[in-house]
């Protein structure tokens, strides 16, 4: 029995991605094992695992295109830019006094004003919770000593911003469907939206439906995966890298 290929995970929150790859290799009892992108432990979704002598091919998977399913807060901001940072100002949302169109949420009407701004190839400046490196060192560990450093803004492109769902409340919240490329941190462009509209936010939750090419439908939780496991059938979901060519 062989295992080499891909295997689709449906990724959980809590837990990071190489902890995946732990309870992978020790399920599968195989070492060589890697991914295409790293979700954070906060996020859910798609992540690629790519097994035994289909590691090779990692490197031309790298540069896929991202899909996200992502929960903006707004008038709360955070130190990490996420839910599970510190709270460092809360600022509820002011209402639009402005008579909505019909069916059409005053904040929607905000937002279809501002997304456009978004969208191409734009400027992001990595945050500071992240893991680009800084004269050898990541800039989260900066960050957990208090740090902050300059950064220089890297090119990323979003190829499409839509807005799924809008709640009321005094910290509103907006369900966001991106579609960009490799290396948008979400965190940072739900940061940059709420300081636009005046209120601040932060990402509240998050999922990756595409990890290109890549979909979350394709994709098995841990749980199924030992379930084939204990019977010997997860060969018949590992991809073959040569079927996707």
């Known amino acids: 029995m062989t295992h080499d290929g891909i295997l689709i995970v449906n990724k959980p929150k809590g837990i990071t991605s190489f902890d995946v790859i732990r309870k992978l290799r020790k399920l599968l009892n195989i070492k060589k094992m ?27 998977y790298l540069a896929g295109d991202k899909g996200y399913v992502a929960e903006m807060t707004l008038g709360i901001r955070t130190d990490t830019l996420d839910s599970e940072g510190k709270i460092i100002d809360q600022r509820p949302k002011t209402r639009d006094q402005r008579p909505a169109a019909k069916g059409n949420h005053p904040l929607n009407q905000q937002l279809e004003q501002l997304l456009p701004k978004y969208i191409g190839q734009i400027e992001q ?29 890297r090119n990323i ?11 009321d409340g005094e910290f509103p919240k907006v369900k966001l469907e991106v579609l960009c490329s490799k290396g948008t941190y979400i965190r940072q462009l739900i940061s940059d939206i709420g300081d636009d509209l005046g209120c601040g936010a932060h990402m509240s939750a998050l999922t990756r439906i595409i990890s ?29 890298v040569d079927s996707l060519k």
Do not use: C, N, W
């Not at 432990?41 to 790519?50: D, H, K, R, T």
């Not at 945050?127 to 740090?147: D, F, I, N, T």
């Not at 979909?215 to 590992?238: C, N, P, R, W, Y």
């Open 212 to 240: 290109a090419p890549f979909h979350l439908s394709q994709a098995f939780t841990l749980d199924a995966i030992e379930d084939l496991a204990k019977i010997g059938k997860v060969d018949t979901i590992v991809l073959k």
């Open 125 to 153: 400046l990595p945050p500071m919770y992240s893991a680009v490196h800084h004269k050898g060192k990541r800039l989260y560990e900066l960050a957990r000593q208090g740090k902050t450093v300059e950064r220089k803004p």
């Open 157 to 167: 492109t979003i190829h499409s911003i839509k807005v799924l769902e809008t709640t």
């Open 34 to 60: 890697g991914h295409t992108g790293t979700l954070d432990p906060l996020a859910e979704g798609v992540l690629p695992i790519f097994i035994g002598k289909a590691t090779k091919e990692i490197t031309g």
